[in-house]
Every structure is written in C-alpha cells, then in structure tokens.
C-alpha cells in the first residue's frame, strides 16, 4: 500500500519562510515523478512544482518560480518544498502527490498524501 505523509506546514508571517516535507512509503520512489499542488479556498488544485524521479528536473509555476524549491532526497523517500518570501496568495492546503509521468495535471498523478495547511498572513 502506498502512502505519502506531508508535514510542515503552519502560519507564517508574510515575508517568511517554511519547509514543507513529504515522505512516501510502498512506491519505488526514485521511479516516480514527485510534485507539489495546492488548493486554495474556493479555487481548483493547481500545481506548485514538480522534480523528476533523478532529481535532475525541476518545474515551476510561475506564480512561484524564484521563491519555492522544489528537491528529493531518494535515500530517505522524501520530497521537500522550501517556500520563501511566502505571500498571503500562498495561502492554501499543499499536496504531494506520485506519479509515473511528468505533468502538471493533477489526474496524471496516482499517488497522493492527505495535505497540509499553510497560512501566510499579511
């Protein structure tokens, strides 16, 4: 049984920073395609970043291209999202999610974790 385990999340200061980690279990990671989504209040879930199953691609949306860093660690199973400069906007529930392709569409992905609320207040 595969499982994805976000943690990290929380209220942060406009301006500030967080770490957000997923780890994943049941899957072999190295061979999946990792990505971060979001869902704010009263939007659809978007894509936040993507990293390849090497760690050698990354991708961003480019509401937060140049803020988030997206990165692997294949020995620990476990994807991370630095979040830096964090704005209000990036208020919203973040996902990690697995996959066999590399996409930006949130049904590509078949892997997901149960989410964790990040607040960025002003």
């Known amino acids: 049984q595969v499982r994805l385990v976000e943690s990290g999340g929380g209220l942060v200061q406009a301006g500030g920073s967080l770490r957000l980690s997923c780890t994943a279990s049941g899957l072999t990671f190295s061979r999946h395609t990792m990505a971060w989504f979001r869902q704010a209040p009263g939007k659809e879930r978007s894509y936040v970043a993507l990293?390849?199953?090497?760690?050698?691609?990354?991708y961003y949306a480019d509401s937060v291209g140049g803020r988030f860093t997206i990165s692997r660690d294949n020995a620990k199973n476990t994807v991370y999202l630095q979040m830096n400069s964090l704005k209000p906007e990036d208020t919203a529930i973040y996902y990690c999610?697995?996959?066999?392709?590399?996409?930006?569409?949130?049904?590509?992905?078949?892997?997901w974790g149960q989410g964790t609320q990040v607040t960025v207040s002003s």
């Open positions: 990293i390849a199953g090497s760690g050698d691609s990354t």
């Open positions: 999610a697995g996959g066999k392709y590399w996409s930006v569409t949130d049904t590509h992905y078949d892997y």
